[in-house]
């Protein structure tokens, strides 16, 4: 069965630079979200997105931003990037209206030196 | 918001005994409670869920139970295996409510050693 894909699964960039993290949804999902999971935490919320629109917002800097596309992948954009920002970024998709279960992609771990 | 609480932090078991991981959570209208099992440098693995209108749900070694008046929920692992060390996750979430306020809100997490 089709999984979440994420791209890349690694990133390393120099403080203040940009990434863009990109997440492709199981088909026919409909329900994107965003994690950020650091080193012995717990994954933390940092947005989802339901058709294409922002429908709820974590604890996500204003340095980052996301976007769902028509074909419902989403990438999510980190600027001035800072040493803090080390971390494995999830990405996890669900289809609202008749799943419940929401399935995890492999991640992309990002290193900021 | 939804606060869900995870014990113990670390759990260590002869393999072959059993496991038992207890959360409890806050906001009543938490009506889904998936587990999930990290394994290191994977993504969090949905491994059993159950709903608010359901106690109990088995499947082979893994069961869930849930009680929702006292906003408690538990993995029992039983016959534990080499495998099955991991890292565990609970969550909850109001799911299927048309509610665009769902996003799965994870415990702390739990390692689970199995010793040979």
């Known amino acids: 069965a089709a999984g979440v894909i994420q791209s890349p699964r690694h990133l390393i960039k120099e403080k203040r630079e940009t990434a863009t993290l990109k997440c492709y949804p199981i088909?026919?999902?409909?329900?994107v979200y965003w994690y950020q999971q650091g080193p012995g935490q717990d994954p933390q919320f940092l947005i989802s997105?339901?058709?294409?629109?922002?429908?709820d917002k974590g604890s996500i800097p204003d340095r980052f931003s996301a976007q769902q596309f028509s074909d419902y992948h989403s990438e999510l954009n980190m600027s001035s990037l800072e040493l803090g920002d080390s971390a494995l970024y999830f990405c996890?998709?669900?289809?609202?209206?008749?799943?419940?279960?929401?399935?995890f992609g492999q991640g992309t771990r990002l290193t900021v030196v | 918001g939804e606060n869900v609480e995870q014990h113990p932090s670390t759990l260590s078991v002869q393999e072959g005994d059993s496991a038992v991981i207890k959360c409890t959570y806050s906001?009543?209208?938490?009506?889904?409670f998936p587990w999930y099992k990290q394994e290191l440098g994977k993504g969090p693995q949905l491994i059993i869920d159950?709903?608010?209108?359901?106690g109990e749900k088995k499947d082979q070694r893994i069961a869930v139970t849930l009680n929702k008046t006292a906003k408690h929920f538990s993995l029992h692992i039983t016959e534990t295996q080499p495998e099955d060390s991991a890292v565990y996750f609970c969550?909850?979430?109001?799911?299927?409510?048309?509610?665009?306020?769902?996003?799965?809100?994870f415990g702390k997490g739990t390692r689970l050693h199995i010793l040979p």
């Open positions: 997105f339901y058709e294409k629109m922002q429908s």
């Open positions: 996890a998709s669900s289809r609202r209206t008749s799943l419940y279960e929401a399935f």
């Open positions: 906001d009543s209208a938490s009506n889904y």
């Open positions: 969550a909850a979430t109001p799911r299927g409510t048309m509610n665009r306020d769902d996003k799965i809100i």
């Open positions: 088909p026919r999902h409909d329900t």
């Open positions: 159950i709903r608010s209108n359901v």
